[in-house]
């Protein structure tokens, strides 16, 4: 299974940009979905994330901004990113966790907020 991120570019503080994450093909036995980012000579940090039952957890630094969403049919993860600011540039990567087995990750899309 291939996880294809898309949606990231350039856009101004203030703007949003929505992000998605396509698989290949059905991924059984999911546990959750999740977006982590990682800034330049930064960690990588878990961004946003949401379970197999629909609940959903934000990093503090994203609450009210940030929204998670999935779409089962399309096998598809979305993350919409509203009011950006500068320090939300980073390579945004999705992820998908199994109840067992390997965490599939994507290739990573590159967010960059001009301020």
């Known amino acids: 299974v291939q996880l294809q991120a898309s949606g990231g570019g350039l856009v101004q503080a203030g703007g949003s940009l929505r992000l998605s994450c396509a698989a290949s093909?059905?991924?059984?036995?999911?546990?959750?979905m999740a977006w982590y980012r990682q800034a330049p000579g930064k960690q990588r940090e878990l961004v946003a994330v949401?379970?197999?039952?629909?609940?959903?957890n934000y990093a503090d630094s994203v609450k009210g901004r940030f929204t998670i969403s999935r779409d089962n049919a399309k096998n598809t993860v979305y993350l919409q990113m509203n009011s950006l600011k500068p320090e939300d540039t980073a390579v945004y990567y999705c992820?998908?966790?199994?109840?067992?087995?390997?965490?599939?990750w994507g290739q990573g899309t590159l967010v960059t907020v001009s301020s």
């Open positions: 093909r059905r991924i059984f036995n999911i546990n959750r």
């Open positions: 992820n998908v966790a199994p109840i067992q087995g390997y965490d599939y």
């Open positions: 949401i379970m197999i039952g629909g609940s959903t």
